[in-house]
Each structure stands twice: as C-alpha cells, then as structure tokens.
T-cell receptor, first 115, second 111 residues
Framework: GAGVSQSPRYKVAKRGQDVALRCDPISGHVSLFWYQQALGQGPEFLTYFQNEAQLDKSGLPSDRFFAERPEGSVSTLKIQRTQQEDSAVYLC?????????????FGPGTRLLVL | AQRVTQPEKLLSVFKGAPVELKCNYSYSGSPELFWYVQYSRQRLQLLLR??SRESIKGFTADLNKGETSFHLKKPFAQEEDSAMYYCALLAGGTSYGKLTFGQGTILTVHP
C-alpha cells in the first residue's frame, strides 16, 4: 500500500511569501504529526492531529505557522510571510492509533528554502 | 523538559567490526526509547523500540535507566548499515506519540 506522501517535495520561496505544504497520511491513520528538521539537526515536533482535532500545537515556532486537517485525512501546514529561518525539511508522519506505542510512518519530507 | 543527546555526529567503522551508537536522554519520568534510521535517498523509518526488546537487522539496544542511556549496538557491521541514525524519546504520559529526537549520527561502514 501507499505510504505517507508529501507535496511539493521541494519549494523555493522568496522571503515574505506564503507557502502551503501538503501531507497525505496512510489511509485510515488516526494520528498525524508535523516535524521540522533544520540542517544537521534531528526532527523537532511542531503539531499533532487526532483525526481532525489539533490536540497539540506547542511546537509551532510562531503565529506565522498554521496547520489544519479539516476532514481528518489530508493535512496542510501553512507558513505565512516566510523568513530565512523557516528553511528546513518539513516531515509529516502518521500512525494508526492514538497511543504513543504505535509506529509512526514518515513521509519523504518537503524541503523548503527561503531566499 | 525531555532531551536526547547523541554525542557522535559521525562514526566510521570497517565491515565486520562491532559498532555502538551512543544515545543519552534526560527525562524525569519513565520514557520509551526508539531508534530511527534513514538510509540514503529513503525516508525516516523505525528501526527498533526498547519495549519490544527485539533485534532488527542484527541491532540491539538496551535501556539503562541508571545511566539514562539507550545505546544501539551491532556485533558485526555491514556496508548496508551505512545510514543516519536517530535516537528518539517518547515521554511518559504523552498518550499520542510526540517524539523528541537527538541530532543524529551518520554511520559509515567501510569495506
């Protein structure tokens, strides 16, 4: 079956532009996570959805970052007025359950470069 | 707050040699620990977790609560083990799986 997919795979934005990153989780997966991975660093948690409910957004670095999952499936991470420090790989992961022990399956990531 | 430290950014060994990737954590409660791996041009994937106490691709990891460590070991490294390895922690009480990752270790196994 298909794994987690993300689009676009690469995005170049001029500083100040808005961007939208898409994540298609594995079908039927309840939990969806967004992580940000800066160059040379490990992934850092941004936000978590359980179905359509955003239960944790404690990792979002500023109010320029916004995520949604309106129908409990596809999710979009939006970054407004992008800054150079937003340049990173944005990873999406999904898991079948709501308990932490379930395996998280990661997408290939979207590499964002802000010029 | 929890923290995961992987002190080695790069680790090189020769094929057939033992390998140990170090991971230390800081967390006041009872954590769950994981190792994730990313092979070249592939996505991040789970390698093993401490609660299952299994050996995957010859790798094992033991949770040492006294030393707050979760080192990944393999007695005989293979060239196909070359990859980026991340140690990750799931804090107790977090019911849904928010992970804290270390910075990663690039393992290179030379022929």
């Amino acid at each position: 079956g298909a794994g987690v997919s993300q689009s676009p795979r690469y995005k170049v934005a001029k500083r100040g532009q808005d961007v939208a990153l898409r994540c298609d989780p594995i079908s039927g997966h309840v939990s969806l996570f967004w992580y940000q991975q800066a160059l040379g660093q490990g992934p850092e948690f941004l936000t978590y959805f359980q179905n359509e409910a955003q239960l944790d957004k404690s990792g979002l670095p500023s109010d320029r970052f916004f995520a949604e999952r309106p129908e409990g499936s596809v999710s979009t991470l939006k970054i407004q007025r992008t800054q150079q420090e937003d340049s990173a790989v944005y990873l999406c992961a999904s898991s079948a359950g709501v308990r932490g022990q379930e395996t998280q399956y990661f997408g290939p990531g979207t590499r964002l470069l802000v010029l | 707050a929890q923290r995961v430290t992987q002190p080695e950014k790069l680790l090189s060994v020769f094929k057939g040699a033992p390998v140990e990737l170090k991971c230390n954590y800081s967390y006041s409660g009872s954590p769950e620990l994981f190792w994730y791996v990313q092979y070249s041009r592939q996505r991040l994937q789970l390698l093993l977790r401490h609660i299952s106490r299994e050996s995957i691709k010859g790798f094992t990891a033991d949770l040492n609560k006294g030393e707050t460590s979760f080192h990944l070991k393999k007695p005989f490294a293979q060239e196909e083990d070359s990859a980026m390895y991340y140690c990750a922690l799931l804090a107790g009480g977090t019911s849904y799986g928010k992970l804290t990752f270390g910075q990663g270790t690039i393992l290179t196994v030379h022929p």
